[in-house]
């Protein structure tokens, strides 16, 4: 979605609001350091003065308020700001439809599914008595299964914002296979971390008899961490001083937490990311498209509602972007399980309605490829999966 015009009309309305603020507290300044020096004066001259003294005063602070004319230095910002303030909300207005469903699509959606996803997505964000709650309402028991591993998985989080590892380190060794064959130095990286604190609370012994039971069988794959650490030893207790100081950065827990969370994720089979939460952002980035589509196709809704294939593209961020997609050369068609790609023997390839067409409907009929000079048959091209 475009959103540079509102950011701009945004940005004009606070200028004209900071500019509107700025001369009205210069106006009133103004008046009130008139009406101090009216009043001291007032009070120097009130035993000596006559009252025609005190109103020559008043009378005198009276011409220098009207030279002010505070409304009429006021009047020029405030209408300024006005005129912004007026245009704002039609842009926005013009801008988000409030009515998105125009782009509604009746789609069969299983229910049962729907309500694991949702029940998934409040345990994996931590809200556990929500997910608790929708599962007592929608009766989805079985969704209950997903809760344990995330409960474990935010205790063990929790636990870190203490800088207390012990409940990392020993889901680590319990899963120390599994992450070994996913290519993960998770386990490493929490050891190092342990280390790092028991040097600078418990001391060189403490420190070194950790090593030796924990980080010597990590030093022959990682030699570098290994020698850096056992380096960190002659510097007990001026580590903040050393040449090592960056181990004590709080970076290390933060990203480490992240990782632990991904790890964690992956050994459950599930992303890093919440379903839900990306499908609705997706939803929300390709939902500007939909609805010029449809007010295009207004009239033909039982065409909208019926079409397998929407006829433009919708164009989202590549955070949103899981597979690869394939688009025919020919055709300009993006493939789909009814047009699936296929293979031609030269090695190029081409969307299955494209070969179709270039053969004539003959599996036998040779045509030549698009794209250099051999020649092939349908009957030969092989159906690739995506």
């Not at 971390?193 to 794959?221: C, S």
């Not at 055709?331 to 023997?345: G, I």
């Amino acid at each position: 979605m475009e959103l540079n015009s509102i950011k701009d009309a945004f940005d004009r309305v606070t200028k004209k609001q900071k500019l509107s603020s700025s001369k009205s507290q210069e106006v009133i300044e103004q008046i009130g350091q008139e009406i101090e020096q009216a009043f001291l004066r007032l009070q120097s001259e009130q035993d000596s003065a006559s009252p025609s003294a005190h109103k020559l005063i008043l009378n005198e602070l009276k011409t220098k308020l009207k030279e002010i004319a505070p409304l009429s230095h006021l009047e020029g910002t405030q209408k300024e700001l006005n005129v912004a303030l007026s245009k704002y909300p039609k842009l926005l207005e013009k801008s988000f439809n409030p009515d998105i469903s125009k782009a509604y699509r009746n789609i069969d959606f299983d229910i049962h599914t729907v309500n694991q996803i949702i029940a998934s997505h409040f345990y994996r964000e931590g809200q556990f008595d929500i997910g608790d709650c929708f599962i007592n309402e929608s009766q989805e028991l079985e969704a209950a299964a997903s809760k344990s591993p995330f409960l474990e998985m935010f205790q063990i989080l929790e636990a870190m914002k203490c800088r207390n590892l012990e409940p990392a380190l020993g889901w680590a060794a319990r899963n120390h296979d599994q992450l070994n064959q996913n290519g993960s130095d998770i386990e490493l990286k929490l050891h190092r971390l342990q280390f790092v604190e028991i040097l600078q609370n418990r001391g060189r012994d403490e420190a070194l008899k950790y090593a030796r039971a924990f980080l010597a069988p990590f030093a022959t794959k990682h030699m570098a961490v290994f020698q850096k650490l056992m380096a960190c030893l002659l510097w007990a207790g001026r580590l903040d001083s050393s040449p090592y100081a960056e181990l004590l950065s709080s970076i290390h827990w933060d990203k480490l937490s992240v990782e632990l969370a991904q790890q964690f994720c992956n050994l459950m089979g599930q992303s890093y990311e919440s379903p839900l939460s990306v499908t609705i952002a997706a939803g929300v980035q390709g939902l500007p498209t939909l609805l010029k589509l449809m007010n295009v196709m207004t009239g033909k809704k039982q065409e909208w509602q019926t079409m397998k294939q929407l006829p433009v593209p919708v164009d989202l961020d590549r955070e949103f972007q899981f597979h690869s997609v394939f688009v025919c050369p020919v055709s300009r068609d993006q493939v789909s399980e009814e047009n699936p790609p296929m293979l031609l023997t030269c090695g190029h390839v081409l969307c299955k309605q494209s070969i179709t067409k270039l053969s004539k409907n003959n599996s036998t009929r040779r045509f030549k490829c698009p794209y250099c000079p051999a020649e092939v048959e349908a009957g030969q091209c092989a159906q690739l999966h995506f």
